[in-house]
Nanobody, 124 residues
Framework: QVQLVESGGGLVQAGGSLRLSCAAS????????MGWFRQAPGKEREFVAA????????DYADSVKGRFTVSRDNAKNTVYLQMNSLKVEDTAVYFC?????????????????WGQGTQVTVSS
């Protein structure tokens, strides 16, 4: 089992940047594929980015490609989401999630563990 705690959210102006972190408990962090998802008010939770166990493979939603970068540090049990050129439509609660499988999956229900989320608000 793994526990996830996100941090780094906040209020930023459009065009600005934020870096989210997700710290994981446990000694087997490197065995989990990690994902970032977001949920805006009144909308379903949607895939943002994911990274493989080793960090060698990544995937992004089309809406964030070229602006967001997912990375991980297995020695620190932490996954990051660097968000640049933020837009008002990026406003949402951002969640990190872990799945104990090698495949990068974009479907939220295929993830086993979730953090509590961190709010990102982008103002115009």
């Amino acid at each position: 089992q793994v526990q996830l705690v996100e941090s780094g959210g906040g209020l930023v102006q459009a065009g600005g940047s934020l870096r989210l972190s997700c710290a994981a408990s446990g000694r087997t962090f490197s065995s989990y594929t990690m994902g970032w998802f977001r949920q805006a008010p009144g909308k379903e939770r949607e895939f943002v980015a994911a990274i493989s166990r080793s960090g060698g493979n990544t995937d992004y939603a089309d809406s964030v490609k070229g602006r967001f970068t997912v990375s991980r540090d297995n020695a620190k049990n932490t996954v990051y989401l660097q968000m640049n050129s933020l837009k008002v439509e990026d406003t949402a609660v951002y969640f990190c999630a872990a799945r104990s499988d090698i495949m990068i999956i974009t479907t939220p229900r295929r993830y086993d563990y979730w953090g509590q989320g961190t709010q990102v608000t982008v103002s115009s």
